[in-house]
């Protein structure tokens, strides 16, 4: 059996160590590029992007030649956002599109996501069976099959007029004064020059990267230095995006942040009133705030849950035909306008809504009352599993038993991190803090 290489967001790992080598990487590019080209036609072609990261460099040329050591042509697009690549794999007709990211993780990591020609990540049988080929003998091109790479020059510009087309006809943001944060990663900028180019006053932070501050105290995952911004020039609201832009945060002008949650909520209401949110269904993960349900119940609506990770929202609203999904963390994914998560486009429905409304941000991003929900993170050695440890289900067990009726307790590995989340939700503070707590102990102990 081959080693597991795919996690629930591609290929992913520290830099220069196993699995993200340069080795890896040319091995990933020709599997993925034999995969793709099976019918031994010559015709075939992929997209590269990738985010600000150092290793970027280092990936993208592996990359390009594995793929082109299987006859696959190489379109590369340069620093673009993750869901540029899905829409540009799918504009330039490629049969396989990448993204060379680590998304909100420290610029010392990097992954490798993978995209169909519909522009959707691949699911997981077709990773598997890539990840299958990497340990194999892979059949590369005769010579003079061999593949061609070319830059496109222009790839950054394609997207931004795209994502102004998702933003409605009439209307601007004349008036409107927006910070937005870009992790010092993809977006640095598409999303400050599409903001200016609707009409927005842009103060811009975030937007210097150096191949090594991507994420580092900015971005969707610290939103201290956006709040502050705001407070600061006295904004109307602000977006904080993370590494490669597929995750967003709102900030009011107060400096108080609205997560996923509360944007899917304001999506799907105004969605619902406007009869778009198809199936009156919002999709949506485990890690949703009891208060998400509760308001959609409230108004007709289903919340549909699904494990964690953007790929497994979009292959629930494909199979049950819904357009609205994503995550706690920020992920919006809306399959109107995009394959998969899109800070950049979620952050324009936000502000389309305070320009048709002329409510203040502060009005939007309090949808519902969300019920006190705690998460914290362990780490783990890799390879190891605390949570089968004969302690950690006994303390497991009971204090389940303890909540029962009261609220709940959700507890899982990362699929991109070694690490465990113990998250529980209960309106007895003194009782959520008890069952994270001790679980948390019992795992650290494992550990």
Sequence with gaps: ????LFGTDGVRGTANSYPMTAEMALKLGAAAGRFFRRDGSTAHRVVIGKDTRLSGYMLENALTAGLTSTGMNVLLLGPVPTP?????????????GVMISASHNPHHDNGIKFFGPDGFKLSDAAEEEISAMVFGDIALAHP??????????????????????????????????????????AAYKT?????????????SVGVTPNGKNINDRCGSTHTQTAAEAVVAHGAHVGISLDGDADRVMILDETGHVADGDQIMALLAGRWAEEGRLLGGTLVATVMSNLG?????????????????????VVEAM???????????????VMTDYATTGDGLIAGLQFLAEMARSGRAASDLVR??????QMLKNVRYAAGKNPLAAATVQAVIAAKTQAIEGKGRILIRKSGTEPLIRVMAECEDAGLLADVVGEIVAAVEAAV
């Excluded at 540029?84 to 396989?96: E, N």
């Excluded at 999303?191 to 180019?197: D, K, R």
């Excluded at 494909?318 to 919006?332: D, K, M, V």
């Design 84 to 96: 540029a690549v899905g829409f540009l794999t799918r504009s330039m007709r490629a049969d396989l």
């Design 1 to 4: 059996m081959s080693p597991k």
């Design 292 to 312: 998400l349900e509760r308001f959609m119940t409230a108004r007709g609506l289903r919340l549909e849950r699904t494990s964690v990770g953007d790929r497994y």
């Design 144 to 185: 003079e099959n061999i593949g061609r790479a070319k830059r496109i020059e222009d790839a950054r510009g394609r997207y931004q007029e795209y994502a102004k087309t998702t933003f409605p006809a009439g209307l601007r943001l004349d008036g409107l004064k927006v910070v937005i944060d870009c992790a010092n990663g």
């Design 191 to 203: 999303a400050p020059e599409v903001l200016w180019e609707l009409g927005a006053e842009v103060i």
């Design 318 to 332: 494909r199979r049950g035909g819904f357009n609205l999904g994503g995550e706690q963390s920020g992920h919006i």
């Design 367 to 372: 949808q519902f009352e969300t019920v006190p």
